[in-house]
């Protein structure tokens, strides 16, 4: 089955390609990588190139590429633009991060494509967040592609990264902030998980019989150890040696704390300020245990946000 990866360069994308090579799980010339580099000698093109993989430029821009890199694969693994930039200002249907998503599924319906796997993120359905309003309209979409052109879809509901606490934990900067107090808008309990642990998940189930997945909206999260921001910044403190507490807000008082305070961008903040609704309403809580039944197929334990916390903050 060739395999076609839009987003094998980045975060999420890189672990699945890395867990679908580690395990064999398909060999590296069944695999087809895009990259926007258009040159083999530029560095990202290289960093693909040397796992063995074959690399096309493809860019989100310029459909007629898209459809080029992914001729003769039979699936395609989509991993969310992270071009957040689209998505600010309340982008009109098909002007958020979305247009691009709906360009990359049109050239993989003309290019033969037959199933189509998409990274959404784990947040509820339907959701307060401003973060899934590109995914929600995305999924609608290869839905609509499913009725119209017959291309089966698996979405994605990755977790909540291990890593990304710093940005629910009101911006933190790692290195330097000297807070110690955050503010944020909201919390609750998550179901974090680690960029690895999902790189592996998605790669299970890319690779999985088709048939199991067709249709379906599974949530990949590691359910058993749900932590709250607040237990974050007990976290942070235990790893700093200081306390550091979490102040929740309301959503107002956060955007102007972050607007004001820190001098960090409107838009993108009353974008990402309704995160913190969604948090209040737990919709990061996820009760769908098929990453916990992956992981057991393989033996595997979950990596806890407890150690990405303190390795974050030793490495920093």
């Not at 509820?124 to 291309?151: C, D, F, W």
């Not at 838009?267 to 309704?274: L, T, V």
């Not at 309403?281 to 150690?307: N, Q």
Request: a negative charge; proline letters at 4%; aromatic letters at 8%.
């Amino acid at each position: 089955m060739p395999l076609a990866i839009i987003g094998g360069s980045g975060k999420i994308g890189g672990a699945t390609l890395d867990a679908l090579l580690t395990e064999k799980l398909i060999a590296p010339h069944q695999i087809i990588c895009t990259t926007s580099a258009t040159s083999p000698s530029d560095a990202r093109w290289e960093s693909l190139s040397s796992k063995g993989v074959q690399v096309r430029h493809a860019n989100f821009d310029d459909p007629s590429t898209l459809e080029s890199a992914l001729k003769g694969a039979s699936a395609l693994y989509l991993v969310s633009t992270p071009r957040i930039s689209m998505d600010f200002n309340n982008a009109p249907h098909g002007q958020g991060r979305e247009k691009h998503h709906f360009a990359a599924i049109d050239a993989a319906v003309k290019a033969g494509v037959e199933h189509i796997y998409y990274t959404s993120l784990a947040f509820g359905n339907p959701s307060k967040a401003g973060v899934m309003q590109a995914h929600i309209r995305t999924e609608a979409y290869l839905k609509k592609i499913k009725e119209e052109k017959g291309v089966d879809f698996t979405v994605l509901r990755e977790g909540l990264y291990n890593e990304s606490w710093p940005l629910y934990f009101g911006h933190y900067d790692v290195k330097n902030d000297e807070r110690t107090v955050v503010p944020v808008g909201g919390d609750s309990k998550i179901s974090w998980t680690s960029i690895a642990d999902l790189g592996l998940a998605n790669a299970l189930v890319i690779m999985g019989p088709s048939e199991e997945w067709v249709g379906k909206t599974v949530y990949l999260c590691n359910t058993k150890e749900p932590r709250t921001i607040s237990e974050i910044a007990a976290m942070v403190s235990k790893a700093k040696g200081k306390d550091i507490q979490l102040r929740v807000v309301s959503r107002k008082e956060h955007e102007q704390y972050y607007v004001q305070e820190r001098s960090m961008d409107k838009p993108m903040i009353e974008w990402w300020a309704s995160t913190y609704d969604a948090l209040r309403d737990e919709e990061c809580l996820i009760k769908d245990d098929t990453f916990d039944k992956l992981f057991a197929s393989k033996g595997r334990t979950p990596k806890r946000v407890e150690d990405t916390v303190s390795e974050m903050i030793q490495a920093a």
